[in-house]
């Protein structure tokens, strides 16, 4: 990380547009959880009780209510957005059920703010389209990872200006930053599709990434392993 009083760290800008946030409807808690889409998440990130996880993006809280459960209590939950209000109304959530392994807290646009060494899983879901600044996003991120830590990343597979995001391009867009696809899977239950990385050894410095081009990155890009079982790191 940037020690205090360095000058201000030099980020490429995403060769893409990048979506509108809080303009993207989502169906309802009832109807995610008749697909499944939670379950099926948590199930194949491995979510075990004990662990620590991060909801990026975490909005109203239909994730963070179901990390809060299958954790359980010896396990902890970070629900982070950067919208004041809607971390507010999960604020009330999290108290009317009395989820006493959640804590809640603002971040950056540029900046997920996470502690460093803290999480073995972190969770963006149909929420990465949103993210201006991906590359510094992803790069800040990467230090919050434990050993073994995982990020993933659930999204559709359409332009970014329009809710969603090709799986090549967002693959392309975190091997820049430092981290190596793990596992990716077509899932109709989550609406799109999942994906999971790992930290790589080595992050690169900010002036040493490479964007990628949102209009050839299909062309230079290898394909994605699609694996009928998740490989593990």
């Not at 009832?30 to 909005?59: K, W, Y």
């Not at 969603?164 to 899932?187: N, Q, T």
Request: charged share 30%; with cysteine; net charge negative.
């Amino acid at each position: 990380m940037l020690s205090t009083g360095d000058e201000p760290a030099e980020f490429p800008a995403p060769d893409r547009p990048v979506s509108g946030i809080g303009t993207y409807s989502i169906d309802s808690e009832d109807q995610r959880d008749s697909r499944g889409e939670a379950q099926t998440v948590m199930d194949l990130a491995e979510l075990e009780p004990g662990m620590t996880v991060a909801d990026i993006g975490a909005g109203n809280g239909y994730y963070t209510l179901r990390l809060a459960k299958r954790v359980g209590e010896t396990g902890r939950v970070l629900a982070q957005d950067i919208d004041g209000d809607a971390l507010a109304r999960l604020g009330r959530r999290v108290e009317r059920q009395r989820l006493d392994n959640v804590s809640i807290r603002r971040g950056e646009p540029a900046d997920p703010r996470l502690p460093a060494n803290s999480f073995d899983r972190v969770f963006m879901v149909h929420m990465y389209h949103e993210i201006e600044e991906p590359y510094e996003f992803l790069w800040r991120l990467w230090p919050s990872l434990r050993e073994d830590g995982q990020v993933i990343v659930v999204d559709k597979d359409r332009p970014t200006d329009r809710h969603g995001i090709d799986p090549l391009l967002l693959s392309c867009e975190l091997e820049r930053v430092g981290y190596e696809l793990v596992a990716f899977k077509d899932a109709p239950e989550l609406l799109g599709y999942y994906a999971q990385f790992k930290a790589a050894a080595t992050r690169p410095e900010p002036g040493e990434i490479e964007p990628c081009r949102g209009d050839s990155v299909a062309h230079e890009a290898p394909p994605i392993e699609r694996p009928t079982k998740r490989e593990k790191a």
